[in-house]
């Protein structure tokens, strides 16, 4: 089993910046991808970055330029860089492991950007 643990939310004013970090516990062998999805309140999960085992990312249109994802791979962890913060990145934040095909949860951590 992998276990993920996310750290870092919180609540921030707009235009301010947060931080996530999330550590991976357990059986990993061989790590296809990490990233961070959220989720808003009546809204579906959606994927924020990705970044896969050779290095290369993706983001989401709306968090490009904003948003830096990063991942070290001898501490099996990934963080979410997370500036210039709008009130619709209020979200739940939830780390994801995809592994042999299987994708592993954390328990996600709450983004809120309101002034």
């Known amino acids: 089993q992998v276990q993920l643990v996310e750290s870092g939310g919180g609540l921030v004013q707009p235009g301010g910046s947060l931080r996530l970090s999330c550590a991976a516990s357990?059986?990993?062998?061989?790590?296809?991808?990490m990233g961070w999805y959220r989720q808003a309140p009546g809204k579906q999960r959606e994927l924020v970055a990705v970044?896969?085992?050779?290095?290369?990312?993706y983001y989401e249109d709306s968090v490009k330029g904003r948003f830096t994802i990063s991942r070290d791979n001898g501490m099996n962890t990934v963080d979410l860089q997370m500036n210039s913060l709008k009130p619709e990145d209020t979200a739940v934040y939830y780390c994801?492991?995809?592994?042999?095909?299987?994708?592993?949860w954390g328990q996600g951590t709450q983004v809120t950007v309101s002034s």
């Open positions: 994801n492991l995809n592994q042999y095909s299987e994708n592993y």
């Open positions: 357990g059986s990993i062998f061989s790590v296809n991808a």
């Open positions: 970044i896969i085992s050779g290095g290369a990312t």
